[in-house]
T-cell receptor
Framework: GAVVSQHPSWVICKSGTSVKIECRSL??????MFWYRQFPKQSLMLMAT?????????EQGVEKDKFLINHASLTLSTLTVTSAHPEDSSFYIC????????????FGDGTRLSIL | QKEVEQDPGPLSVPEGAIVSLNCTYS??????FMWYRQYSRKGPELLMYTYSSGNKEDGRFTAQVDKSSKYISLFIRDSQPSDSATYLCAMSARGGYSTLTFGKGTMLLVSP
């Protein structure tokens, strides 16, 4: 149980394009989803917290206009990297927490984004 | 001082060894403690989840929490080459729906 699916797993695109990453909780409802960014050999850096039906809360230093987050249902959150540039290349990971709060976060397998 | 300290390693052990991984923290509000395993280019996989102080065992894995010392441990018995990965400790004050604070991760290498 508690499976989180993330898609796509790897995307390569040209500078200036927008990229959408999907995060789905497959077998549970997730009121809260989280988006992280991870650089090589570094730990996870929280970008934003997404609650179903409301605006995401962004961490300090994360541009909300560049990283658009939508959490339209209890099983789906999306992260759109707008007008992506090479410095946005990274490993993006989502996680979800079972509605009710005390259960741990479960992570997707991440999306490797490469901007040429 | 960082909120969570974790030795990045790498920690190299032979197959069959007992592995001890540790984290220390400074925030006494943390009550929920997690260990995640992350293989290269994959998302973290939950191994252990504990609340407050005490021990928890699951197969070859044992998690220990000592809140008085602000110290948590993960023990792996009979380590296998497939255990080679980065192990991340994480903690929060209010459970899974709240923000996690991660350690930097310890890279473990188990040689056959």
């Amino acid at each position: 149980g508690a499976v989180v699916s993330q898609h796509p797993s790897w995307v390569i695109c040209k500078s200036g394009t927008s990229v959408k990453i999907e995060c789905r909780s497959l077998d549970f409802q997730a009121t809260t989803m989280f988006w992280y960014r991870q650089f090589p050999k570094q730990s996870l850096m929280l970008m934003a917290t997404s609650n179903e039906g409301s605006k995401a809360t962004y961490e300090q230093g994360v541009e909300k206009d560049k990283f658009l987050i939508n959490h339209a249902s209890l099983t789906l959150s999306t992260l759109t990297v707008t007008s992506a540039h090479p410095e946005d290349s990274s490993f993006y990971i989502c996680s979800a927490s079972v509605t009710g709060g005390l259960q741990p976060q479960h992570f997707g397998d991440g999306t490797r984004l490469s901007i040429l | 001082q960082k909120e969570v300290e974790q030795d990045p390693g790498p920690l190299s052990v032979p197959e069959g060894a007992i592995v001890s991984l540790n984290c220390t923290y400074s925030n006494s509000a943390f009550q929920y403690f997690m260990w995640y395993r992350q293989y290269s280019r994959k998302g973290p996989e939950l191994l252990m989840y504990t609340y407050s102080s005490g021990n928890k065992e699951d197969g070859r894995f044992t998690a220990q929490v000592d809140k008085s010392s602000k110290y948590i441990s993960l023990f792996i018995r009979d380590s296998q080459p497939s255990d080679s990965a980065t192990y991340l400790c994480a903690m929060s004050a209010r459970g899974g729906y709240s923000t996690l604070t991660f350690g930097k991760g310890t890279m473990l290498l188990v040689s056959p």
